[in-house]
């Protein structure tokens, strides 16, 4: 079946560190790749997506790359604001339509 | 352009009652998702409409049901509420897409149930 492996959190950085939260998955087939964060109270927004091997997503400053040999899409920013403070999931789309969500990363960026 | 919006935006029921949520999709949207967000098992897929029709259904019980309107509107209803039935849920929309089709699905804000 499909699963997704997000690094545990909480992640604490200072505000303009570099970010790196690493995702990886387990599916049949060639899902579409996504990243979604989810600030307090709120819903999920789209941060950004991948449909195929080497896409690069990209929004707001984050990236992420879709590579099919080490079967990852680890997000990245390379000067994060305390703004961006919020859980970051990691989900793929196969057969079926169904989003499965990795377990999420807490974010905290401190000033 | 309106997202997707959900109602109500909490929802406090007994145990044994029975829950209706509701759910408007974006403009132009005709596949509906549900997801159930609960504390410690993470977001969960729980049902998929397009074009009025149930698509797919994730492992929930068949007290979990819903349907979707002409208007692409949809509910979810939950029977026999139970207190592990307490939770975020949250629904999605996306362009009418096909079984295995890769369009990004765009969430609500969620309505959470209290099952008391």
Known sequence: GNSVTQMEGPVTLSEEAFLTINCTYTATGYPSLFWYVQYPGEGLQLLLKATKADDKGSNKGFEATYRKETTSFHLEKGSVQVSDSAVYFCALNNAGNMLTFGGGTRLMVKP | ?116
């Open chain 2, 1 to 116: 352009e309106a997202g997707v919006t959900q109602s109500p935006t909490h929802l406090i029921k007994t145990r044994g009652q029975q829950a209706t949520l509701r759910c408007s999709p974006i403009s132009g949207h005709t596949s509906v998702y549900w997801y159930q967000q609960a504390l410690g098992l993470g977001l969960q897929f729980l049902l998929w409409y397009d074009e009025g029709e149930e698509r797919n259904r994730g492992n929930f019980p068949p007290r979990f049901s819903g349907r979707q309107f002409p208007n692409y509107s949809s509910e979810l209803n939950v029977n026999a509420l139970e207190l592990e039935d307490s939770a975020l849920y949250l629904c999605a929309s996306s362009p009418r897409t096909v079984w295995g089709g890769n369009q990004p699905q765009h969430f609500g804000g969620g309505t959470r149930l209290s099952i008391l």
